[in-house]
């Protein structure tokens, strides 16, 4: 049963209430421009932003509407602390390249409070102390061993135990100083103006589906117009032309949620995560009319995977939030992220042999400042420049092979999804459904995806993801039908949220 008291009944992200951002035509014809950006996130608006003042021609792709896909469903915290990722990246990588990861992010920090002082952006932007900390005496060795890191990579922050400012008792914490929160969609939005005055071009739903050819790349879009270019610049979240270095079989999706609350006393001071499970992740905000709100996310599985109702775990996350009190909870949102095999992103040239052809992939979920590393590092490359950063984030790296119990794992699980969703039992026939619930339905006989909305409309649709044939199954939380393989989304009608495919379910006959 949801709780309709208190959780809302839709999914309306925070960053969602007070956008104010011009819309933008369909691309209704073909073109030749310098580059193409497929994706209006974080990583294209920005990158549009630094290639447009570089004086080259842009066009810019979104297939829905700009800053309505992960960018504007996040925490949207900007930060280097990225969980305990150090210990690891020095494990795979070495310890030139974890400083070098760490340097990135905090550069992107610093570009990003550059450009909103630049640009005069009003995001609500603050500087805030990250915390990461354990509860559980079994995951200190986990701290222990990343705070070694720290002081090895000089990183700065370390033990802050006593500095923690939550209501239950913290085992050990470690801090990463003068890290940042903001809006990001109001922060994107003040980019726009600039893009436009130096002669780039936005277009909404407009969806990419191939890229041909490496030396002098088109882009075609589902509508079937073309654009050349000399480069393409991908960064669509998952690789819409994933087949190319097939991505798909090296990055993970994985769905975490997040409620605002407005909490019954002050909320803590600084950004917080915790390393348990499940995770827990804490900031301030304020709501549209600048009353303080506690966002909580946390709840991370398998994109497509979830052992009980997926609006379960919105549940769970108002359970903790009520050891801050809650007065209500205005705001309940999801995302999507993708996870790398060494847990560092892909950005650079997709695929050997294609040299114009560029990925930023794999930010997990860290795309506020990652994103932004990808686009000051595309820019560069772009622009034929040196970039420090380049080997360590390049998708083709030799320290890949080392993941390959990731890949293993990974593409087990696939195929183990396909064979269970080719077996899987329908759960009841159309007919038994109530309104607002979807499921694997008998229908005419045959396996169907049905859902009856809330005027008793009944919407049926052939339950196999149009990307690589996985069944999908039914998100009841953000009313979707969300593959298990590679997380394509999509909505009660079939129609396609997020990628990696591009063609729209089958629709069935009622």
């Known amino acids: 049963m949801r709780d309709i008291n208190q959780i809302p009944s839709e999914a309306r992200s925070l960053w969602q209430e ?8 369909p691309l209704d014809k073909d073109l030749i421009v310098d580059v193409v950006i497929v994706g209006g996130g974080i990583t294209g608006l920005v990158s549009a932003y630094l290639l447009a003042k570089e004086g080259k021609k842009i066009a810019l792709l979104e297939a829905g509407s700009l800053l309505e896909g992960t960018t504007g469903y996040t925490t949207a915290k900007i930060s280097s602390q990225h969980g305990p990722i150090y210990k690891e990246i020095m494990k795979i990588h070495g310890k030139e390249k974890a400083k070098l990861y760490y340097e990135a992010n905090e550069e992107a920090l610093k570009y990003i409070r550059k450009l909103q002082e630049e640009e005069n952006i009003a995001c609500d932007l603050t500087t805030e102390d990250a915390y990461l900390y354990t509860t559980n005496d079994k ?7 990343e705070e070694q890191a720290y002081n090895a990579l000089g990183i700065n922050g370390g033990e802050a135990t006593a500095e923690v400012d939550l209501p239950y008792t913290v085992k050990k914490a470690l801090v990463l100083r003068n890290q940042a929160q903001f809006d990001p969609v109001k922060f994107l939005q003040g980019l726009l103006p600039s893009i436009k005055n130096n002669g780039g071009w936005i277009f909404e739903h407009t969806r990419a589906v191939s890229v041909k050819g490496s030396y002098e790349p088109t882009v075609k879009t589902e509508k079937g117009h073309k654009i050349k270019c000399r480069d393409v610049l991908v960064s669509s979240h998952f690789p819409f032309n994933d087949e190319q270095g097939a991505y798909f079989s090296r990055l993970h999706a994985q769905r975490s949620y997040s409620i605002a609350v407005k909490p019954v006393k002050t909320p803590p001071k600084g950004m917080y995560l915790t390393v348990d499970s499940p995770s827990r ?9 600048g009353e303080p709100l506690l966002l909580i996310g946390g709840q991370g599985h398998t994109a497509g995977k979830n052992d009980d109702s997926t609006f379960a775990n919105y549940e769970a996350l108002k359970n903790y939030g009520e050891e801050f009190g809650i007065a209500s909870i205005p705001y309940r949102w ?3 992220d993708l996870v790398s095999l060494d847990n560092v992103p892909y950005i650079g040239q997709m695929v050997t042999g294609k040299k114009h052809v560029w990925v930023a992939t794999g930010f997990a979920k860290w795309g506020m400042s990652n994103g932004v590393v990808a686009a000051l ?4 490359l772009i622009l034929e420049k040196e970039n420090r950063y380049a080997a360590l984030f390049d998708p083709t790296r030799t320290e890949l092979k080392k993941g390959a119990s990731s890949f293993i794992k990974e593409n087990t699980d696939v195929a183990k999804e396909l064979v269970k969703g080719k077996a899987h039992r329908e759960d009841k026939t159309v007919e038994e459904l109530e309104r607002d619930e979807g499921s694997i339905v008998v229908h005419n006989g045959k396996k169907a995806g049905a859902y009856r909305d809330k005027a008793g409309n009944i919407h049926v649709i052939k339950p196999t993801c149009t990307h690589m044939g996985c069944d999908v199954e039914w998100n009841d939380a953000e009313r979707s039908w969300d593959c298990p393989c590679h997380g ?14 591009v063609k729209s379910l089958k629709k069935m006959e009622k």
């Open 18 to 25: 007070d956008r104010r951002i011009a819309t933008y035509p």
């Open 139 to 145: 995951n200190l060795e986990i701290l222990e061993k």
């Open 281 to 289: 992740s804490l900031r301030q905000a304020t709501d549209p009319n």
């Open 334 to 336: 999801s995302a999507q």
């Open 377 to 380: 590092l595309l820019k560069d």
């Open 488 to 501: 394509s989304r999509f909505s009660h009608t079939g129609s396609v949220i997020e990628g990696p495919a």
